[in-house]
């Protein structure tokens, strides 16, 4: 097998564990220097790491997916205002950003007539055009729903309740609904007629 095919191989089917490893070890770096060094160098780990799993992303898929590109960025610009005002604020609120933005991607798509998530997921569902939009409504207000939720985290309670939030409240709530959409997704796929 030649060099050429196992990369294009390597980029058509990225091993899952890899890919996981990619999305949720910035999380993890962030959670584990959080307990030994506190929220500075935990903002300064999560920086270096998000920009490690976008080389990593780079190598393993072959491109750079959006939504990862536009966290690293945020990652960036909010992690270097933390620093740079010495006000840890900014980094709590990353995450409310990434949420209204999602959001407003979301229903941007729907005021113009392009379902985002039939962009993103058309090839795996094939969901009537209601199904789509309605989709589209429950995620964006879900999204919403996580910035308000963060804010009241990162505002009302102790730092560590929030990194805790941050690490294994957001993620687990977000695959909980998306596992709670399933039932949707069926009763709204156009059917086949062969």
Same mark, same amino acid.
């Given at each position: ?88 604020? !900014? ?6 950003? /990434?949420?209204? &933005? @999602? %959001?407003? *991607?979301?229903? =941007? ?55 805790? !939030? ?6 687990? /709530?977000?695959? &909980? @609904? %998306?596992? *709670?959409?399933? =039932? ?11």
């Amino acid at each position: 097998m030649t060099e050429e095919v196992k990369k294009s191989e390597g980029v058509a089917n990225p091993r899952p564990a890899a890919k996981l490893l990619i999305e949720l070890g910035p999380l993890l770096v962030f959670f584990a220097t959080y307990g030994r060094a506190g929220i500075y160098w935990a903002t300064g780990a999560l920086m270096v790491a998000t920009i490690v799993a976008l080389a990593a992303s780079w190598k393993l898929l072959g491109r750079l997916s959006v939504v990862p590109l536009v966290t690293a960025v945020l990652v960036t610009i909010f992690g270097g205002l933390t620093f740079w005002l010495d006000d840890p604020s !900014f980094i709590k609120m990353k995450p409310t950003i /990434i949420n209204v &933005l @999602f %959001a407003a *991607a979301i229903f =941007g798509g729907l005021l113009t007539g392009r379902p985002l998530l039939k962009l993103l997921f058309g090839e795996a569902f094939n969901l009537t055009e209601e199904g789509w939009r309605k989709l589209s409504v429950r995620w964006a207000i879900f999204f919403l729903a996580l910035a308000v939720a963060n804010e009241l985290v990162w505002r009302n309670f102790a730092e560590s309740t929030w990194v805790n !939030f941050k690490v294994f409240g957001i993620l687990p /709530i977000t695959m &909980l @609904f %998306a596992v *709670a959409q399933v =039932g949707f997704i069926r009763r709204n796929e156009i059917k086949s007629s062969v």
